[in-house]
């Protein structure tokens, strides 16, 4: 280009920015890889915390829920079926052998994937005054059924709380943690209950690191020592 030319016209300006793709939920992931490494409760408790939060504040990862979903659904089949097979190798049944491979093969064809049923929430997403109709035994179900306080219910929760943010310090400390704050707080809280001395404190940590990640909410519930159902509100 020799002296007399006019020089280049300005660049040309940058294109305009594009907005980040939305963000792939964690809980969907949790959801995923738990349910891989055959983690039921935590598989189905993130995966249907995943599918609420999506549904209503957007975002990506339904997809990865519903997987983790339809893997934990596909691990407790096979549970049933070995359980099924050693119940029936033991009992003597005098049904004919082969009428088992119809059934096995029912019972091993996983769930279709679909959306959690309403009346069910995942046990991350409960709240203080929430009622619930039924545990399993001593573990927390994944997913859990909200009832009125009115009608009869296995446990109540009466309080909630977070754990002060850390590394993870391992399943055990971190129940006997929150079982030691639920107590005294479920004491405080029903101080002058005539119920108090038939309840049992029962709590729901986060059983793993991955869920530690994800939430360090404890809920504290009660339930009555006896198993019998509660009727009625029991923290105001």
Not at 6 to 31: F, M
Not at 96 to 115: I, Q
């Amino acid at each position: 280009m020799s002296a007399s030319d006019p020089p280049y016209g300005p660049p040309y300006p940058p294109p305009g920015e594009v907005p980040p793709p939305p963000r792939v939920s964690r809980l969907a992931v949790t959801a995923l890889v738990a349910g891989a490494l055959s983690a039921v409760p935590l598989s189905v408790a993130c995966g249907v915390a995943a599918l609420v939060r999506i549904r209503r504040h957007g975002g990506r990862g339904r997809g990865l829920a519903v997987a983790g979903l339809v893997l934990s659904g596909v691990w407790v089949a096979a549970a049933a079926v070995l359980y099924a097979g050693f119940y029936t190798g033991h009992a003597g049944s005098p049904q004919p052998a082969a009428a088992a491979p119809g059934t096995l093969a029912l019972r091993m064809r996983p769930p279709a994937p679909s959306p959690p049923p309403k009346d069910l929430i995942s046990i991350l997403t409960v709240r203080t005054g929430d009622c619930l109709s039924e545990l399993v035994g001593r573990q927390m179900i994944g997913a859990v059924r909200l009832v009125p306080c009115g009608k009869p219910h296995e446990a109540e929760v009466g309080d909630q709380f977070r754990l002060p943010a850390s590394a993870w310090p391992g399943k055990e400390k971190v129940i006997r943690t929150a079982m030691r704050q639920c107590i005294q707080r479920m004491r405080a809280a029903l101080a002058g209950n005539p119920e108090l001395s038939h309840l049992e404190v029962r709590t729901f940590t986060p059983p793993s690191k991955a869920a530690w990640e994800v939430s360090r909410t404890v809920s504290c519930m009660v339930t009555d020592l006896n198993g019998a159902p509660l009727r009625s509100r029991l923290s105001r």
